[in-house]
Structure formats: C-alpha cells, structure tokens
C-alpha cells in the first residue's frame, strides 16, 4: 500500500516501516500543520513554533470527548481521553499516566499544559458548582514557572525542573484533587548564569514589582545585582515582567498560597539577590575574610533584615567554619574565595529549598482535601477516593560539549524512563504472546539494565562512587575518576575517553556521553552547613526557619550525610513505582528545528531525536512483533465475508479464522487462544480485502437493479407503441383518399394563384420602367440647356481676360511715362537748385561788396535803400523755391 499524499495518521499503517519512510510521513504531515501523528499507541507531537488555537479550542475538546481511540486524527486530547476512559472503565482500581518527553524546546509543558486543560475540562464541574480545583489545577503552571524557569539558549522558557502533576477523581470522574511532585531543579543556575541565558524568572518579574515592593525589599534594576548581571540578557522579547508579576500573584492567590506567605516568598527572594552582592575582602587576620567595603555591608544588612536574622551571625556563617574534634570546638575562618563559596552555596539552598517547599504541592493538596472534604461532606462520598491520572514532563536525554551533574541525573532519567517504556512496549508485548500461548522467538531489544546497574547499583555504581567521595574531605574529582576507571574497567558500558584524565563516558540508549567530572564532588553535597542551618533555622521569621527544619537527632553520622545524586535516585524509584503501578501512554514531542521557528523541518536532528526517544525502536518492534490483535469472533465478524465457505462448515472459530488467513494467502500470522495476533501491515491488507469485496459486492447489486428497472421501463415503453400503432392501423385507407382529394384541390388553387401573380407582376413591371423612362429624358433636356450656358459663360470669361491685360499694358505705359516726368522734374529741380546756389552765392557776394561799400560809404541813408532792395529780392526767390518744391512733392505723390 502506497502512502497517501499527505501522510498516514499511524505509522504503523506504513507498508515499510524505515527510517527515511517514518521521517517523510512525518514531515509531509507538519507540513500541513498536522503535528500529531500516532505510532500505535505512542503519540509524536511536532512543535509547530506557531499558535493553533484551532487545534485546542473548545469545540476540539468536544470532538475528542469520548470519541474512540484513532478515530480522530492524532491529537493530545485523544491520549488524555483514553486515560479518562480507561479510569473510568477500571472503575478506581487502576490509574493512568501520560509520559511526556522531548529534548529542551520541544514541546513537553505546552503538551502537559494542553493535557491538564482538557483533563479539567472532562472532570470540571459546573460553573455554577465553582470551579476552583481545576483553576488551582490550571494556576499552578504560572506559579511553577516563575520560580523554576528560566531562559535559555534552546527555549526561552525552559523549565529547570522535572514534574509529575497527579490529577484525581472520585468515582463520577470529577476532579477531587491534585498535587505536583518535582524533580532536581537546577541549583547552580541561582548563582551562576551564562550569557546570553537568564536566571529564574521570578527574580526579573520581583525587581519589576510595583514602587513600594521595590522600597520595602531595597531593589533596584536587575543589572545591578552580581547573580543577574553575569549575563548581559535583563529582558525578554515580548514579555512584560511587571505585568508576569502580578499574573503569578493572582495566581498564587487562585492555588491558596495566603497573602502572608507570598510576602515571605518575595522576601526570601529579595534577600538572595542582596546575599549575592556580599563581596569579600580579606580580613585582618591570615586566611579570613570581611565584607569588602560599604555597599557589601548594606546587602549584608538586607540580607539579615529580609530573612529577618542576626546580622553579626549571618557574617559568621559566611565567613567562619565550626569544626569539631574530638578534643575541642575550632573556629576557623574562610578566606575571601572560600567565603564566596559558602555565600553561593547558602544562596543555592535558600532557593532550592523554597522550590522544594513544594508550595504549590502543599498547597495545593491542603486546598483541595479541604475542598473535597466540603464537597464530600455535602454529597456525601469518600474522600480518600485514589483515582488519579498522572502527567509527567521531564528532561529529555542530553548530550552536549560538555556535560556535568545535570546532564548525568538527567540521562539518569531518561534510562530508567527508557526501562520503564521498553518494559511496556517489549515485555508486556511478550508476556501477551505468552498467554496466548503463540509460537514466538524473542524479539531483540536492546535492554538497558546495565546501564541502570551502572548508575545506580548499591553498592558499586556511580552514585554509590560519588557518595563515597563526597564522603572523604581528601577526594578531588581525579581521585573519584581514578576510581571510576578501576571499578569499571571492562564494563561495556563503561568508556575512558583517550584524550582525558578525568571525563568518563557513559554508552547510553540513546548514544555515548562524555561526562566532566570537575564539578560532581561540589555539585552532589547536599548538606546544610551546619552554621547556615543554625542561623536560619533561628530567623524569626516562621517561614524562613520553615525552610529550615531541625535535623532529627538520633541520626548516626554516616546515615546524616545525604547527597543530591541518592536523594534524586530515591525520587526516581518513587517515581517509577508510582509509574508502574498505572498504565502508561507515551507522547514524544520532537523539536524540528533549533532555530525556535515554524515551518522549517530538520531531518537529521529530528531522526536523531525520534532514535533517543525510543520511536524507532517501537516502530522496530511493531514490524518485528504482532502489532495487531483481534479477539476470533471480533476477526470473524469484520473478515468473514472474505471467506464464506469457512463459516458455513461446522469449524470452531479459531479454525475460522485461520481458513480466513490462509483463503487470503497471508503467512506469519499467530492464532492464540483467545486472539488472532497480525503482522506489520496485515491488517491494512484485508481491510483492503475487504474494501474490495464489499466493492464489488455493491458493484453487482447496483448492475442487477439498474438491469431491473431499466427492462421494466422498456416493457412499458413497448406496449405502449404497439397499442398506438394498432389504433392508427384501422381507419388509415379514407385517411388516404381525403389526403390526395387535398392534395389535388390543393395544386389546382396553387397554379391558378401562381400564373396570376405572374400576370400582375408583369403589368406593373411595366408601368415603372416607363416611369422611369420618362424621368430619364427629361434629365437629359435639362443636361443640353446646361452645356450652353457653359459655353457662353466660358466666352465672357475670355473676354474679360483680354480686357484686363489691355489694362494692365496701359496702366504699365503710364507708370513709364510718370517715371520720365519725375526724372524730367527732378533735373529742372537740380537746376533750379543749383540757381538758388548760385542767387545765395551772388547775394553772398553782394553783401559782402555791400558790407565793403558800408564800411567804406559814410552816409546812413543810402545804405538802408540798398538792404531793402536785396531783402525784397531774396523774398522773392524764397518764394520761387516754395513754389517749386510744393510742385515737386505733387509729381511725387501723383
Ligand atoms: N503545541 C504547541 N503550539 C504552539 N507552540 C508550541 C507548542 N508546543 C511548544 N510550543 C512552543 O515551543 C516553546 C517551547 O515549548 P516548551 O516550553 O513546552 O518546551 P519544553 O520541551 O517544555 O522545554 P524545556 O525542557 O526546556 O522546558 C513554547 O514556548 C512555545 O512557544
């Protein structure tokens, strides 16, 4: 069977079950934002990195609810309904678990979140009933998030910690209580945190509290404050700490932490960022130390107000050690470095313990018995009702550059995790087979108990290993890893790495870890310096000292030491007892892509993920083992029809069902005793057996029908035209005398009719053609009238022609002869001008013979005669020159 386009919902309904089959089923699901896929009953959820509301909304929760098993597409609320169901069916004997895993970023809270909603959903109540449980149920995630996540450089809220929600029911399947266990937060990160990372969050979401929360605790901006200012990151991208602030308050409030207890929370929270600025310097005496100047005596100060203790004991408790031998009490003092250790470390455990106080736990619990005691009291029920359906979301398995404690616990974990699901998917497959009393070789798994035993065995395993040398104030992380090599020289699981003297690696499931041993001797102490334990046990503040319970007093001195690596493996045994004692569903979430975004999908880190988590392997399983199972009469009922002559026989149904297999040729299968068990794939066959028969079966109904209904309708069709045909058949002879008597009266009338219209059309065809001919003449009279005038016309036109160039011929003589009588005027001009120079010339001449004469005649009178005779005559010739220049401008103009 081909895989359809957009992937199958199951992989075990693959025909080839590989790797590269797996990874594209999966990848062209999430590339349809189909991010749930089954694989049996294990369910893979790929982080989309993108919001779908669509998928979580309350109409899906509807579909999911009750809805059988696969017969909705691969969803989280279909795992949690199973686990509902199955509680249900049970009938309070037997709990369910759901186990969530995934590397960092890969979805484990957001699925844990999404399961515990749709588990309040199914177990809420009424709203007019209240609805605090499941809000308690619901609000304790913000409260577990502000103290123990944190950014980090995979998931920028990373939780630190690992998880066991357990969600109870009473008997009608209501939710009558939860508690939350967790698991190994991360210590160092208090004191110590990596750029561009950031510490737990409820510190930013603190110095981002309102004004007068700010005074009272003395804060200030992170950046001022050594255990945040490690890394140069204050802030998240779209997230508001102040506004974070007030949500975890009001969440606080909805889990029952009472309004005194949330203050002395923030306050133990204030003081270890003031306990982190206490820097020391060294002090007068050799090797001891003091508070190096006065800002370190202020936080000093703060440090012992907020956790309401003796300032001078605080200081002694940083800077001095008891040490107590046999013979006396020693006071010894701490150099500056060693005094900064004793401060991380106190810091360490102020906040591991108010983690560990379990707050929302107890709280949480005390509520709800309350609660469920009022409402038990009210509908009268048993309150210790133990139903409960637990969700674990812990760290995957781990394998970075360099691994420490962490990684060691967590993939710790994941082994006994691993155990736990390799238990259910293998061996209880095989103790199935078992029962059914089926022929069968033991499938190959690769078990990992002596991986577990390498870790974890008493005495002689790791922890133990460690423990010891935690034991001995002399051991250094060599001396341990020396050891480490002696005992384990020839375990197989067990690898000195060549290029090392102190790292170790480990060959798990999941691949080899090379751990760096360095930091396990520290990071295992779990004891309360006796001198931290005093002070705070005496604060006097109830809560503070709370966190600081007396020591009992009989314990003997070596039992008194106590280690983180034995504390979390105790953990993890209560865990897996708790874990066994259910029936377990497995979701694996997978992180497509490191770079946090949608849409982007990552083979080789997915297949590596998919390996670690153990899908493969199942897978492997599943094509190896008997993945499906059907009780005889179920296989009869559905499959019977493939072989119906093995049911009509007298066989029993076992014989049935196998004369059903072997009809359909199919080999490798197993009859067990009560059950047909079938291999990979098999199922998917003789469904499609099925299909076909069935097909076929409607293929043939549907032809005999459709041949029914159709021959009937053409019987009908038939005796319906006969009858007609024999009605027309008797009187069809007068029918054909009156057509031709017709058809006769109908001609003759036609040819008359014809040749008349000829006639007509004839005559007046004539009559306008000569019309016509009329009109024509006439216009051609007209057209001869018209020519003559043309011609007379054309004569005058010659005529006026001539005319006008005799004129113009004329009119050219007359301007020649004007031209010669200018030309004659203007030579008698000149001459007349040249007279008039002459007469000037004369008159010039005369005066000057006239002057001559006066100057030399004496008389007066005679002189005057002379002049008025002259003047008279230039008068006169004046005159002339007018009249001769006024008769030239008129042959000019003329
Ligand atoms: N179903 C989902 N729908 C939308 N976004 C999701 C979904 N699951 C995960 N995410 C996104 O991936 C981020 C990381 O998821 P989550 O915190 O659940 O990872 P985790 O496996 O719990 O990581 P860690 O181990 O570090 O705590 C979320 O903050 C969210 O943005």
Redesign the pocket.
């Known amino acids: 069977m081909e895989a359809p386009a957009g992937g199958v919902d199951d992989m075990t309904k693959l025909s080839y079950l590989h790797e590269p089959g797996v990874l594209e089923n999966l990848k062209s699901r999430y590339e349809l934002n189909e ?1 749930y896929t089954y694989t049996g009953n294990i369910l893979i ?1 790929i ?6 509301p669509h ?2 909304d309350g109409h899906m929760m509807q579909q999911y609810k009750g809805a059988p098993f696969g017969e909705l597409s691969p969803h ?1 609320f279909a795992v949690a309904d199973v686990a509902y169901r199955n509680r249900a069916m049970v009938n309070e004997g037997k709990s369910n678990s759901i186990l ?1 895993s ?13 399961l515990m909603r749709y588990l309040a959903y199914l177990g809420g109540r009424a709203a007019t009933e209240g609805r605090t449980v499941e809000q308690q149920v619901l609000e304790s995630n913000p409260v577990l998030e502000a103290f123990g ?1 944190a950014k ?1 450089v ?7 910690f690992g998880k066991f929600v357990e969600i109870q029911f009473d008997k009608h399947g209501r939710i009558s209580g939860a508690a939350i266990r967790t698991y190994l937060l991360e210590r160092s990160r208090v004191c110590q945190v990596n750029d561009p990372e950031r510490n737990y969050h409820c510190f930013y979401l603190l110095c981002a509290a309102p004004q007068e929360e700010i005074e009272k605790y003395k804060l200030d901006h992170p950046k001022t404050f050594h255990y945040l200012n490690q890394s140069k990151c204050f802030e998240l991208v779209g997230v508001s700490d102040a506004h974070d602030y007030l949500a975890t308050r009001r969440a606080m409030d909805i889990v029952g932490i009472s309004a005194k207890e949330q203050e002395a929370i923030f306050r133990v929270v204030a003081a270890i960022l003031h306990l982190g600025n206490i820097v020391f310097t060294k002090g007068k005496e050799v090797d001891s130390s003091v508070p190096k100047d006065e800002k370190a005596k202020f936080h000093l100060k703060t440090t012992a107000e907020l956790l309401m203790c003796d300032a001078v004991a605080l200081e002694d408790a940083l800077c001095k050690r008891v040490m107590i031998t046999p013979e006396e009490v020693i006071k010894r003092s701490l150099d500056p470095q060693s005094a900064a250790i004793s401060r991380d470390g106190l810091a360490k455990t102020i906040y591991s313990r108010l983690f560990d106080w379990n707050f929302v736990m107890l709280h949480l619990c005390m509520n709800l018995y309350r609660l469920v005691d009022k409402i038990n009291n009210s509908i009268g029920q048993d309150p210790t009702s133990k139903c409960l359906i637990g969700v674990l ?1 812990i ?2 398995f781990e394998s970075f550059k360099t691994n420490s404690f962490e990684q060691f616990c967590i993939n710790f974990t994941n082994e006994k995790l691993q155990q736990h699901f390799n238990q259910h998917v293998f061996k209880m497959e095989q103790e199935e087979y078992t029962k059914e009393q089926i022929n069968w070789s033991y499938i190959e798994f690769v078990d990992n108990q002596d991986v577990l035993d390498l870790i974890e065995k008493k005495p002689g395993g790791i922890i133990a290993l460690l423990d010891e040398a935690c034991m001995f104030p002399k051991s250094t992380h060599e001396t341990f890893s020396n050891k480490l090599y002696q005992t384990f020289k020839s375990h197989k699981r067990f690898i000195k790495p060549k290029l090392s003297r102190t790292d170790f690696t480990i060959s798990h499931y999941a691949g080899e870890v090379q751990y760096q041993s360095d930091q396990f001797l520290d990071k295992n102490k779990d004891y309360v310096v006796a001198e931290h334990q005093e002070l705070l046990g005496a604060s006097k503040c109830q809560f503070v000292a709370g966190l600081f319970p007396p020591p009992p007093e009989e314990t003997s001195k070596s039992s008194k030491f106590s280690s983180i690596g034995s504390r979390f493996k105790l953990q993890l045994q209560s865990l897996m007892e708790t874990l066994n004692s259910t029936e377990p569903h497995y979701i694996r ?1 997978v ?1 497509p892509n490191n770079l ?1 975004k949608p849409a982007i999908f990552e083979n080789v880190n997915i297949m590596q993920q998919l390996r670690c988590g153990g899908v493969l392997e199942a897978i492997r399983i599943s094509c190896a083992g008997y993945p499906t199972r059907r009780a005889f009469f179920e296989f009869i009922n559905r499959f019977g029809l493939l072989a119906p002559e093995a049911l009509e026989g007298n066989y029993d149904e076992k014989v049935a069902c196998q004369r059903i297999m072997e009809k359909k040729g199919l080999k490798g299968f197993q009859i067990g005793k009560t059950k047909v068990f079938l291999r990979a794939g098999q199922m998917a066959e003789l469904d499609a057996r099925r299909a076909e028969v069935l097909n076929n079966a409607a293929k043939i109904i549907q032809r005999r029908v459709l041949t029914h209904v159709t021959r009937k309708r053409f019987i009908a069709l038939r005796k319906a035209v006969i009858s007609i045909q024999a009605l027309c058949r008797g009187d069809s002879f007068s029918i054909f005398m009156q057509a031709r008597w017709r058809c006769h009266r109908a001609a003759s009338y036609y040819k008359r009719l014809k040749r008349g219209a000829i006639v007509s059309q004839t005559r007046w065809r004539g009559r306008v053609a000569r019309k016509e001919l009329r009109k024509l003449k006439m216009e051609a009279r007209e057209t001869g009238a018209l020519k003559e005038a043309k011609n007379k016309l054309e004569k005058q036109v010659e005529e006026l022609t001539w005319r006008l160039q005799l004129e113009k011929r004329m009119r050219t003589d007359l301007e020649e002869a004007k031209v010669q009588e200018t030309a004659k005027f203007q030579s008698s001009l000149e001459e007349l001008q040249k007279k008039l120079e002459e007469a000037n010339a004369a008159i010039a001449k005369e005066k000057e013979v006239a002057k001559q004469a006066i100057e030399e005649a004496p008389p007066v009178v005679q002189e005057t005669q002379v002049i008025v005779q002259d003047t008279e005559k230039i008068d006169s010739l004046n005159a002339e020159v007018d009249n001769l220049k006024v008769s030239i401008e008129h042959v000019v103009v003329q």
């Open positions: 991010i959820a982080n989309p990195f993108q919001r779908l998928i979580y989280v969530v995934g590397e960092s970023g890969a979805g484990k809270t957001e699925t844990t979140k999404m996540n980090t995979r998931n920028n809220n990373s939780s630190r979301d760290y995957g979430c992180k946090l």
